[in-house]
């Protein structure tokens, strides 16, 4: 079945550097989205993209969306330690209805 | 503010009880889920409705059972409740038609089986 994978696990980060979570998927996906988790909190939805190579911004947060609509990428430039927490990718298959999450990529900024 | 509201924050059950967890939102969404989160395992669909009445099973439905008799509600059964069904439950709700703005996660029940 569909698999969605996602890496690194954890990353540390001093304040002030970029960070980058990779996402890829085992089939060939409709969209993609991505989801933040603060510590104890829950998933809040971010963004999604839909479209073949299609990138988005919000403010210091750059979305992709590979070509052949399989990997996704979600880089956050200078972080900040507002950004701490679990980023989630998920994927919806082609053709299909359910959405699969990515195991999640948590992020530590140091001060 | 749309929401979607999880009945309890934490409960703790003993093994072999039968557990219910409420999941209620007011989006008029038609889409319910229901998930659980372990660490390192990320989000695991245990069931998913797209309609009232109707159920469908996720990737990891053993032990499980749901019920959607109104369209804003969308229960989780644990039947004979397990020690290995100690995690975090979030349910979620989406839109079937029009902008999609994703899932809208309830704020999550932490179950202890003890």
């Known amino acids: 079945g569909q698999q969605v994978m996602q890496i690194p696990q954890y990353q540390h980060v001093q304040e002030g550097e970029d960070f980058t979570t990779y996402c890829n998927s085992s089939t060939t996906l409709s969209n993609i989205q991505w989801y933040k988790q603060r510590p104890g909190g829950h998933p809040v939805f971010l963004i999604q993209l839909v479209k073949s190579g299609e990138v988005k911004k919000q403010k210091r947060l750059t979305f992709q969306f590979g070509e052949a609509k399989k990997n996704s990428s979600l880089h956050i430039t200078a972080t900040q330690t507002t950004d701490v927490g679990t980023y989630f990718c998920a994927g919806r298959e082609t053709g299909g209805f359910k959405t699969i999450f990515g195991a999640g990529t948590r992020l530590f900024v140091k001060a | 503010d749309v929401k979607v509201t999880q009945s309890s924050r934490y409960l703790v059950k003993r093994t072999g009880e039968k557990v219910f967890l409420e999941c209620v939102q007011d989006?008029?969404?038609?889409?319910m889920f229901w998930y659980r989160q372990d660490p390192g395992l990320g989000l695991r669909l245990i069931y998913f409705?797209?309609?009232?009445?109707?159920?469908e099973k996720g990737d990891i439905p053993e032990g499980y059972s749901v019920s959607r008799e109104k369209k804003e509600r969308f229960s989780l059964i644990l039947e004979s409740a397990s020690t290995n069904q100690t995690s975090m439950y979030l349910c979620?709700?989406?839109?079937?038609?029009?902008?999609?703005?994703?899932?809208?996660f309830g704020s999550g029940t932490r179950l202890t089986v003890v």
């Open positions: 409705s797209y309609d009232v009445k109707m159920k």
């Open positions: 979620a709700s989406s839109t079937r038609g029009g902008p999609d703005y994703g899932y809208t």
């Open positions: 989006m008029d969404h038609e889409n």
